[in-house]
């Protein structure tokens, strides 16, 4: 009878035990879950910030080329309201 109480109360101990672990298994998740969010999110943000800045050097980039070959060709580059002679 008492090596039956002992099962019993290990088993009881292992269930507890489990339990907890389980618990706590379940809380490191549900962090690890929002870490990854807002790693995602700083990721997805910072991934927007340097296309943006990107397509700004691209944009001034193709405005001096372009400006270039204006010159180039004769064409003039200041609107024509300035370039009379008043």
Known sequence: MNNYCNQRDIFSLCLQTHTKITGILNDLLSMCAFWKFL?????????FLVIILILKI?????GVVVARL????????????????I
């Open 58 to 62: 691209v944009r001034r980039e193709i």
């Open 70 to 85: 204006r010159n180039k060709s004769g064409i003039s580059t200041t609107p024509q309201f300035l370039d009379r002679n």
């Open 39 to 47: 790693f995602c999110s700083v990721v997805l943000l910072n991934t």
